[in-house]
């Protein structure tokens, strides 16, 4: 509530984040069972493809995505776009709020970001159809955990990665007036602050000792 009253009441130039950063283990069984979903197609696509006109994100910043190798898995029925799913082998720049995120050992971790579902679709199979294909992908990669940071205020984005077996990594709020940006976190480097482009605060997130505990 206060996040929405300072966005309104500074026209947007007053803002608050929170977010979870989570990690969850690449499924090696389906979300599915077989013959389900298959009505909905999963393509990964390319940064010229047509569709990206439907994505209902600006241009720019499907542009900087791709600009940092991250690959799009888009869902469609009946030929009609209903979803999306990026993933990212790598750093990943956020495009909400000046930060980084590195994942180290980068051989065994992703990162998944930014999992859309059109509102009529929200209620069926396209979210299990889009982490199937997702799993898949990423499992021929060898890749064992996806990491990612989810709104805190987003509890239907909360709730429904959480049913795919996350693990907390952090948390970390900021707090964004104009140019100027404070970041508070529960990992390091716990405090940043800044006011230009090039100056964000880097999260180096550990699968390493997730793995371990995942064999205990």
Same mark, same amino acid.
């Given at each position: 509530?206060?996040?929405?009253?300072?966005?309104?009441?500074?026209?947007?130039?007053?803002?608050?984040?929170?977010?979870?950063?989570?990690? #969850?283990?690449?499924?090696?069984?389906?979300?599915?069972? $077989?013959?389900?979903?298959?009505?909905? *197609?999963?393509?990964?696509?390319?940064? %010229? %493809?047509?569709?990206?006109?439907?994505? =209902?994100?600006?241009? +720019?910043?499907?542009?900087?995505?791709?600009?940092?190798?991250? #690959?799009?898995? +888009?869902?469609?029925?009946? *030929?009609?776009?209903?979803?999306?799913?990026?993933?990212?082998?790598?750093?990943?720049? *956020?495009?909400?709020?000046?930060?980084?995120?590195?994942?180290?050992?980068?051989?065994? +971790?992703?990162?998944?970001? %930014?999992?859309?579902?059109? =509102?009529? $679709?929200?209620?069926?199979?396209?979210?299990?159809?889009?982490?199937?294909?997702?799993?898949?992908?990423?499992?021929?990669?060898?890749? $064992?955990? $996806?990491?990612?940071?989810?709104?805190?205020?987003?509890?239907?984005?909360?709730?429904?990665?959480?049913?795919?077996?996350?693990?907390?990594?952090?948390?970390?709020?900021?707090?964004?007036?104009?140019?100027?940006?404070?970041?508070?976190?529960?990992?390091?480097?716990?405090?940043?602050?800044? +006011?230009?482009?090039?100056?964000?605060? *880097?999260?180096?997130? %550990?699968?390493?000792?997730?793995?371990?505990?995942?064999?205990?």
């Amino acid at each position: 509530m206060l996040s929405r009253l300072l966005a309104v009441v500074s026209m947007g130039s007053l803002r608050i984040y929170k977010y979870y950063l989570i990690a #969850q283990p690449v499924s090696r069984k389906s979300l599915l069972p $077989s013959g389900r979903g298959k009505k909905i *197609e999963i393509r990964m696509i390319h940064q %010229d %493809d047509i569709v990206i006109r439907q994505f =209902p994100r600006p241009a +720019a910043v499907i542009r900087e995505r791709f600009r940092q190798g991250a #690959q799009c898995l +888009a869902a469609f029925k009946d *030929e009609r776009f209903v979803g999306f799913l990026w993933l990212l082998t790598g750093s990943y720049q *956020e495009d909400e709020v000046r930060a980084r995120y590195v994942l180290h050992p980068q051989y065994q +971790a992703a990162w998944d970001f %930014d999992v859309y579902v059109a =509102p009529e $679709s929200r209620l069926g199979l396209t979210f299990p159809r889009l982490w199937d294909e997702a799993n898949r992908y990423l499992t021929g990669k060898g890749i $064992s955990w $996806s990491c990612s940071r989810i709104s805190a205020f987003n509890p239907g984005s909360l709730g429904a990665h959480a049913r795919l077996g996350t693990v907390s990594m952090g948390s970390a709020v900021f707090f964004c007036a104009g140019r100027w940006q404070v970041m508070l976190s529960s990992v390091p480097p716990y405090f940043h602050l800044s +006011a230009e482009a090039a100056s964000f605060p *880097e999260f180096r997130l %550990d699968t390493q000792n997730l793995e371990k505990e995942s064999r205990t």
